[in-house]
Each structure stands twice: as structure tokens, then as C-alpha cells.
């Protein structure tokens, strides 16, 4: 049981809400938390914890408090390019730039803002209750999930050289289920994901005479086609993969055969090997289907990859028993894993140690239950409620992380 000097207050719930609706209006995208990053070092400085930059716009703490086991939680800072239409007081109506520079809205559309707010609150329980706990907690603020950019660059910054290696590494993830649960899943809980940008590079013509192009057009289709059977007819049925075809441009107008066109994919996998065969499955199609129109070898471009996300069985199994302690039996239910996809999982398999990724819910049971949509993360619309999803999140840190520190 968590002890009573590591509960959630009033006085730190009430401010925990302020920072939670001054961290909604103000998103930044991925890997340009800056305003982010200066925001959460100012609290943890105050609350008199060792913190470093790592990974460019990603902030690390360090909590010590005497002899004991060393253990991590990550929360993730990075908004979307969204523009907000959830109606709150508080909602964003911050820009942002692309990569390109084309100026974007930007949204906290899944939820990091709960996520930041509930460890920072977490992280204040345990630096003023140091009687109650003992050992070390490494506190993770990531940028760039939404990416896959922000564990990755992290880690190539020598976060685990850096910070104490821990011996198990927490995460939490704000989902549009009932406010007051936590979902999870054993072993595999979110899916690899791997996405690219095809180049299919052809020899344009007019449209009257097509004998004198390679039409990367009708290439590109039958690309896309062929690609479909990868997951019908080379993946055994009992195994999950998705590939799917997001975007296809080609062309500007429609007398003239353009000299290229390009596509988009997205891959998710559970089993390593399966992600394997799919991705070289789909090589070898784009590569023969070029050949075979005697056109040059397409570009295939990596757009991002995010790693596996498996949650250690044993791990699991005793947070989640001390979940149902703590927050009821009903509230804490086992499901499926999911298809979407986090690169929360790179952190414990770059040291090897296990990790525990859960799910807790954002919207009321009117919401749930209503007739209308259930907002869902990535939508405009996506505005948990703020309790008991923040008092949830910030239960569910706490009694983790006291699983393994506490007295």
C-alpha cells in the first residue's frame, strides 16, 4: 500500500491543474519543447532535484534519497499539429513550424499535457515525503513521441551514461476510456511501427503518347496493389500485421504524364521477425515492379521506426496487483494489445531491463456512455477531463514507483 505521506493533497491537486491548463494552452511540436523543457527544470529545481538537458529538448531528473533500488519513469512532452476545437477555456491556440517551414496550429491532441502535470506531481509527493521512500528516481521527460525521434535521440545522448541505470523503467499513456481506470496488457502492449516515403521514378510524356513515357502512375498502382497481398498471402493469419497506404502523389495536370510520383506507408507488427518479412516483402515488391517497367530503382525513404513496447510479465504483475489495491479491482483491467504504436520501449531495451507501460482513462462516464463520438487521441476534439483522470495518473506513478522504493 502507498504510504499515507505519498498521497495527493488538495493544496498540490489544485496546482497540479493549474500547470496542467498552463502546459494545454501552450503546446510546442516534436523535438522543439523548448518552452517545455525551461518550464518542467524550473519545478524540478524547485523542488530541489537534480535535473539535466538530454536529447536536445528533453529533461531528466534525478531524485536521491539514501540507499536503495533506482528505478525510471518517463513521461512525453510533444504536442500535434492540430488545430484545437475541444472549447475549453484553456485551449491552445499556439503555432508551430514544420520541418519545411510551413506554420502549423499545435495541440496537445494525445494528452502529454496530463502526462507532465501527473509526474510532476508525482515527483513533488516524493520530494517532500523522503521518509517514506528510499533508493532513487530517475525522472524521464521526453520530447519527439509522436516521431519516434525523442527516446532515440535521448538515448544517442548518453541518457543511461548520464543518469543511474534503474532496474525497471515506468510509463503512462492518457487514453479516451473512463476517467478513474487503467487498462494494460501483458508482453506485447503497443506495436512495432515502421513508416516510409516511396520515390517511383519514371520518364514523363505527354498524355498523347504514352509510348514515349514510363508512367510512374500506373508503376505506382500496381505497387500498391501487388503490396496489399503482403499481410493476405505471406503472413501466417495467426500473426498480426497492418500495412497500409496513407498518401499517393503524382502528377499536375492531366494532359501531361509526370516523370515521378510517391507514396506513403505504414507498417505495424508485434513479433520482430514478422516486422522483418513485411519490410522485405515490400522491398521486393517496389523493386520488382520497377524492374519489370523498366523503370529505375525507386527511393525508398525511412520516415520514422518506433521499437517494440513489451511489458515485462512479472513486472507487470506486480504493479498492476498493487493497482487493484490501490485503486479497486474493477478499475484495473487486463486487454488487448494495441495497435498503435510508442517509443517508450527503447528506453529499458537499450540497458536491458524490463519495463511496464499502462493506459489510463481521460473521459467521463457521459462521455462513455453519451450517444454521441468518444473523442479519441489525435482528434481536435480530445480534451480529457481533468478528475479524476490527473489524480489517477498521479496514483498510478506514485504506487508503481513505491512498489519498488517505498518503505
Same mark, same amino acid.
Given at each position: 500500500? !502507498? ?15 493549474? &500547470?496542467?491548463?498552463? &502546459? ?12 517545455? $523543457?525551461?518550464?518542467?527544470?524550473? +519545478?524540478? !529545481?524547485?523542488? =530541489?532535484?537534480?535535473?539535466? +538537458? ?21 513521461? #512525453?512532452?510533444?504536442?500535434?499539429? &492540430? ?8 485551449? *491552445? ?23 507532465? *502535470? ?12 523522503? #521518509? ?18 525523442? @527516446? ?40 512495432? @511501427? ?49 500495412? !497500409? ?15 515521378? /510520383? ?10 520482430? /521477425? ?15 515492379? $520497377? ?16 521499437? +517494440? ?5 512479472? $513486472? ?8 487493484? +489495491? ?52 489525435? *482528434? ?18 506514485? !504506487? ?5 522504493? =517505498?518503505?
Amino acid at each position: 500500500m !502507498t504510504a499515507q505521506s505519498l498521497e495527493l493533497t488538495d493544496d498540490l491537486r489544485n496546482r497540479m491543474h493549474e &500547470l496542467y491548463r498552463e &502546459l494545454h494552452a501552450a503546446p510546442e511540436l516534436s523535438m522543439q519543447e523548448h518552452r517545455t $523543457a525551461e518550464l518542467i527544470e524550473g +519545478r524540478l !529545481t524547485a523542488l =530541489g532535484i537534480e535535473n539535466f +538537458r538530454c536529447g536536445g529538448s528533453g529533461v531528466v531528473g534525478v531524485l536521491k534519497n539514501g540507499e536503495g533500488p533506482v528505478v525510471a519513469f518517463r513521461a #512525453d512532452t510533444d504536442a500535434l499539429p &492540430l488545430a484545437e476545437d475541444t472549447g475549453v477555456e484553456y485551449a *491552445s491556440t499556439a503555432t508551430g513550424q514544420l520541418d519545411d517551414g510551413t506554420e502549423v496550429p499545435v495541440m496537445h491532441a494525445c494528452g502529454h499535457d496530463t502526462h507532465m *502535470s501527473a509526474a510532476l506531481a508525482a515527483a513533488e509527493i516524493f520530494a517532500g515525503a523522503t #521518509d517514506a521512500w528510499s533508493g532513487t528516481i530517475v525522472w524521464i521527460f521526453q520530447p519527439g513521441e509522436e516521431t519516434a525521434a525523442g @527516446a532515440k535521440a535521448m538515448l544517442e545522448d548518453g541518457l543511461w551514461d548520464k543518469a543511474p541505470k534503474p532496474e525497471v523503467v515506468y510509463g503512462q499513456h492518457v487514453m479516451p476510456s473512463l476517467a478513474g481506470t487503467i487498462n494494460y496488457s501483458v508482453g506485447d502492449a503497443m506495436a512495432l @511501427a515502421d513508416s516510409w516515403k516511396i520515390t517511383i521514378h519514371g520518364q514523363g510524356a505527354h498524355a498523347s503518347q504514352p509510348q514515349d513515357s514510363t508512367d510512374p502512375i500506373v508503376l505506382g498502382a500496381h505497387m500498391i496493389t501487388r503490396i496489399q497481398t503482403v499481410v493476405s498471402r505471406e503472413i501466417d493469419p495467426r500473426r498480426a500485421a497492418v500495412v !497500409t497506404i496513407a498518401t499517393f502523389h503524382g502528377g499536375l495536370k492531366e494532359n501531361i504524364i509526370p516523370g515521378s /510520383a510517391e507514396f506513403t506507408l505504414n507498417v505495424r507488427t508485434f513479433d520482430p /521477425a514478422i516486422r522483418e518479412k513485411v519490410l522485405a516483402s515490400l522491398r521486393r515488391i517496389i523493386s520488382a515492379e $520497377a524492374a519489370a517497367s523498366g523503370a529505375p530503382e525507386p527511393t525508398i525513404e525511412v520516415l520514422s521506426q518506433f521499437p +517494440r513496447n513489451y511489458n515485462n510479465p512479472e $513486472a507487470t504483475a506486480a504493479v498492476m496487483d498493487e493497482f487493484k +489495491r490501490e485503486l479497486g479491482e474493477d478499475n484495473v483491467v487486463e486487454v488487448e494489445p494495441m495497435m498503435g504504436s510508442e517509443d517508450f520501449g527503447a528506453l529499458a531495451e537499450a540497458i536491458d531491463v524490463p519495463s511496464v507501460f499502462w493506459m489510463f482513462g481521460g473521459h467521463p462516464a457521459e462521455v462513455m456512455e453519451g450517444d454521441g463520438p468518444v473523442p479519441v487521441n489525435h *482528434s481536435p476534439f480530445f480534451a480529457p477531463v481533468m478528475e479524476p483522470t490527473l489524480s489517477t495518473g498521479v496514483k498510478a506513478a506514485v !504506487t508503481a514507483l513505491a512498489s519498488r522504493v =517505498g518503505k
